[in-house]
Structure formats: C-alpha cells, structure tokens
C-alpha cells in the first residue's frame, strides 16, 4: 500500500459528462501529481500541485481542471467528456516538489470509462 | 527533443529465466533515472534510481544499470517468478526543474 488513496476506483459516464476524480496523498507528503494512462499507453503528465499551488502543466486538455486544498488532497474535474478520456487516472504524491531525487509514491487509480 | 525509449515493447520469459529491458533516452541535461514496475492495475511502484555517478544498483533480483555517456539504461531481471509478470517503466530526470519523463513501458510476461 503506497499510502495514496483514489477514489473511485471505477467510474462510468456518458459523453459530454463531467466528473469528478480525487486523490489524498501519503500523510505529510505536499506535492501531488496527475497522470493519464491510456491502453498500452505510457503515463502522461497532466498537472502537478504542491501545497496548494499548481507548479507545473503537462499534456492537460482545457475540459480538465485540478486543485489542491488546504488539506492537501486533491481533485481532478474532466467535463464535456470524449470517448477518448477513457483511461487509468493516476495519482501520486511525493514529500518534496520538483527535486532531483524525488520518489513519487503512486495511488491505484481511477478507470475512466466514457460511453 | 527529449525522450526516453524502451525495448521491446513486451516480453515472454519462463519462470526461472533471466531477461534483461532496455531504456534510452535523450533527456539532457540527466539527473536520474529510475525504473518502476507497474503490476495490471495497478500504480507503478519505484524499484531502483540511478544518479549521474551511478553505474549499477541492485534491488534483490532487480540489476539496473547506467551508462551516462551512452544515455542507456537496462534493469536485469534474475531467476524470474511469476509475480515478475508487469510493466518496467523508466523514468528520466532532468535537472534544473526539468519535468519528468517516462517512457512507454516494457511488458513482461513470464510463464510458468
């Protein structure tokens, strides 16, 4: 158990819905990432926040959102689903934010289908 | 264009036998690499990092090796067990705030 908790573990929609996808990081740990894994795909890079604060975007399409609570935990909102959204969504966290060495620590994901 | 490059693609192997994955990559200027397994399912969990100065790492069965003049990395996998059966991703680190890259995978399949 890596100590990164996603919910929920499924998820099943329609086009042109919006979700809703969440994330609490290891205890203590401030930097939260977000990945999209489509079938036989690589992880891509989507969003990074670190206590509170966005740091960096990747691939992230304009319908995706994200944000940081005080509390540290995170969400993703994906809206005006498409067919190709469905993926594994992946969360991780990590003690640190950005350094060279640092580990990231990965939830077991959200599996997006959209119909 | 900084990239990360694994081979092959996937993989089948008996139990009890010996593979080696391979990861190239491009991304300059290098600060570490580090290989994860990815079991189906679920998130990739890290299995070794490699720095600058680090040419090889052992993690139990887990080899991984580095040759930073080459830009090539290989994780070698000894005495397989069917739990080997996952994706090795490797992931590339840049220095100064550069991103993260990750490569597409390599899919192992090791058979009983």
């Known amino acids: 158990d890596s100590g990164v908790t996603q919910t929920p573990k499924h998820l099943i929609t329609a086009t042109g819905q919006r979700v809703t996808l969440r994330c609490s990081p290891r205890s203590g740990d401030l930097s939260v990432y977000w990945y999209q894994q489509s079938l036989d795909q690589g992880l891509q890079f989507l969003i990074h926040?670190?206590?509170?604060?966005?740091?960096a975007k990747g691939n992230i399409l304009e319908r995706f959102s994200a944000q940081q609570f005080p509390d540290l935990h995170s969400e993703l909102n994906l809206s005006s689903l498409e067919l190709g959204d469905s993926a594994l969504y992946f969360c991780?966290?990590?003690?640190?934010?950005?350094?060279?060495?640092?580990?990231?620590?990965f939830g077991s994901g959200t599996q997006l289908s959209v119909l | 264009k900084n990239q990360v490059e694994q081979s092959p693609q996937s993989l089948i192997i008996l139990e009890g036998k010996n593979c080696t994955l391979q990861c190239n990559y491009t991304v300059s200027p290098f600060s570490n690499l580090r290989w994860y397994k990815q079991d189906t399912g679920r998130g990739p969990v890290s299995l070794t990092i490699?720095?600058?100065?680090?040419n090889t790492k052992s993690n139990g069965r887990y080899t991984a090796t580095l040759d930073a003049d080459t830009k090539q990395s290989s994780l070698h996998i000894t005495a397989s067990q069917l739990s080997d059966s996952a994706s090795y991703i490797c992931v590339v680190k840049g220095t100064g705030g550069f991103k993260t890259i990750f490569g597409a995978g390599t899919r192992l399949f090791v058979k009983a």
């Open positions: 490699m720095t600058f100065s680090e």
């Open positions: 991780a966290s990590s003690a640190t934010t950005g350094e060279a060495v640092e580990k990231l620590f």
């Open positions: 926040y670190y206590n509170g604060e966005e740091r």
